[in-house]
């Protein structure tokens, strides 16, 4: 009586998969830039020296000579694609750049020209070599250096594929696509499970209430038999029966038989 009416659960909102959506769509378009600019603020040491290279900037003929064996980093020179197919010859060996970098850090370099880094090769023997970079730009240069020492995670994330760096920046907004997910199939399904609650937690009140009826009814009735002392009496019922003469008459018997009163 005067009870409250249940809240019914509402569906959490569908703006949840608009804020994700649009999560996911910057989160990957800047995670490629937010990693480039983490790995050149994180540079301790960037090209130090220019051992030789090749195009317009470098020496014409590509050839250089490498002081010992080991890394060393290309870097594209301006706006030079920062894909190319490079490769070392030399003593008779041919070198390909095998580790290129997913996300070359430039801003390296000075005034007069800005690098890249996006390849890294490394030299079998110290010597002279001749450096060969293939691209779709006939004009591009590329030179040969030491390589950049950047400290922290992000030294390792400028190697990892784009497409994985491109997952990481969008996994915030599929973190938000997924919570809203299940808290709308949550929501649905407590809105669908609430009447049969209710449902049954009616039914099961209308049986206690016919239990406290039933034993009610009984109760009463137990009470009414034991304040009138004869209604279950089966001894000797005195009704004095119609009879022969002289006011005399007969008496039932506990058997149904009459008895002949003397008087």
Known sequence: MGGRLPRRARP???RGYLIGGLTMVFGALLA????????????????????GGVGSYATPTGRFTAPAAGAYAIYAVGFAPADPD????????????AEPVSVPPGDYGGDAASFAWVATVRVPTPGSWTLDCRTSDPDASYVVGDVPEI????????HWPVGVIWLLGALPGLLIVADTA????????????????HRG???????MIMTLRHRSRRHASSTRLDHEP?????????RRLPGGGGGGGRERGPGGGSVVDGS
Request: with cysteine; aromatic share 2%.
């Open 32 to 51: 490629q830039s937010a990693v480039r600019l983490g790995a050149e603020d994180s540079t301790i040491q960037e090209l130090s020296r220019e051992y």
């Open 230 to 238: 004869g209604a279950l009496d089966d001894g000797w019922r005195h």
């Open 12 to 14: 959490a909102s569908r």
């Open 86 to 97: 490079c490769r070392l010859t030399g003593g008779g060996s041919e070198v390909r750049a």
């Open 151 to 158: 400290r922290g995670a992000v030294g390792e994330l400028i």
């Open 182 to 197: 299940r808290r709308r199939r949550a929501s649905r399904t407590a809105v669908l499970t609430t009447p049969e609650i």
């Open 201 to 207: 937690r009616t039914i099961c009140l209308g049986v």
